[in-house]
């Protein structure tokens, strides 16, 4: 699936997040912090296999992960006895994949929308934070995935989870939420060591949409960071619009205080 032209990810008003401005830096966090309790910790279920994926995992695959001793074991079984001891052993490479997922990898999260009330309640603490806009041409977002909402818990073919080729499946999985997280409208971006931080070109942050309830003061904070380190960023005022349950949002152009006075702006 195409990236969208922009991404937008929205941010709380600290000291960190401001630091995070003046870095260019994106922090990819654990999954364990996340909100929703599903998020990178849904345990599909696995579907059972037929005679013949058993014969095939049992002939091709299962010397790669167990040794010889449980190969001689289920080699001898016959395939009713062999479907039991596979889906137990699945059930519990998956359990094991999920849990060192959340444990070690580092997920930072993107929208595709700007101007969702609940976004702004929930990531931008009540409409005091702000929300960054990116360009998608930016190397972070090279191996960005959309995230998938869904009724039901998915399922995985028994091949998921033993077959290398076939282990995107699992994957899949850390980008599958309940529908009820649709709004998001989500992307995001997986690292492989939790914690750790991504400096992207000043170039690639487009613009900044300040929150309805943002201190005046911080956004002229981050107006001089910015105007300090990338010339082309575009600010953006935010108000709670008056027709419609959205953040509508106005252009506004900064100068700051020693600027205006060599224009003769100020006193």
């Known amino acids: 699936m195409s990236l969208p032209e922009n991404l937008y990810k929205y941010e709380t008003l600290s000291i960190q997040s401001l630091l995070n401005l003046k870095s260019q830096t994106i922090y990819f966090g654990s999954p364990a912090e996340f909100n929703d309790p599903y998020d990178c910790a849904v345990k599909a279920q696995i579907d059972e296999p037929t005679d013949d994926e058993l014969e095939r995992l049992r002939d091709i695959y299962l010397s790669k992960y167990w040794p010889s001793h449980v190969i001689d074991a289920l080699e001898s079984k ?25 444990k070690n990898r580092g997920v930072s999260c993107f929208s595709e929308v700007n101007n969702e009330l609940l976004m702004w309640a929930h990531y ?8 960054l806009e990116f360009d998608t041409n930016s190397e972070i977002f090279e191996k960005a995935k959309k995230v998938k909402y869904v009724d039901t818990m998915p399922k995985l073919n028994i091949a998921s989870i ?30 492989s060591e939790v914690g750790t931080v991504f400096t ?7 613009g900044i949409y300040f929150g309805p309830e943002m201190d005046p003061a911080a956004i002229e904070v981050a107006c001089l960071i910015l105007q300090g380190q990338n010339p082309n960023v575009r600010f953006w005022q935010g108000k709670r619009s008056e027709t419609d349950f959205i953040v509508e949002f106005s252009e506004v152009f900064y100068t700051s205080h020693l600027k205006a006075k060599e224009l003769g702006l100020s006193t």
């Open 124 to 131: 931008a603490d009540k409409y005091t934070g702000f929300c």
């Open 200 to 206: 992207y070109d000043s170039m690639a942050l487009t």
């Open 162 to 191: 033993f077959a290398d080729k076939e282990r995107e499946h699992i994957m899949d999985l850390f980008c599958t939420k309940s529908k009820a997280w649709d709004y998001e409208q989500e992307w995001r971006t997986i690292h």
């Open 78 to 102: 016959s395939l009713t006895e062999l479907k039991p001891i596979l889906l137990k052993l699945a059930r519990e490479v998956n359990s094991t994949i999920i849990d060192n997922f959340i």
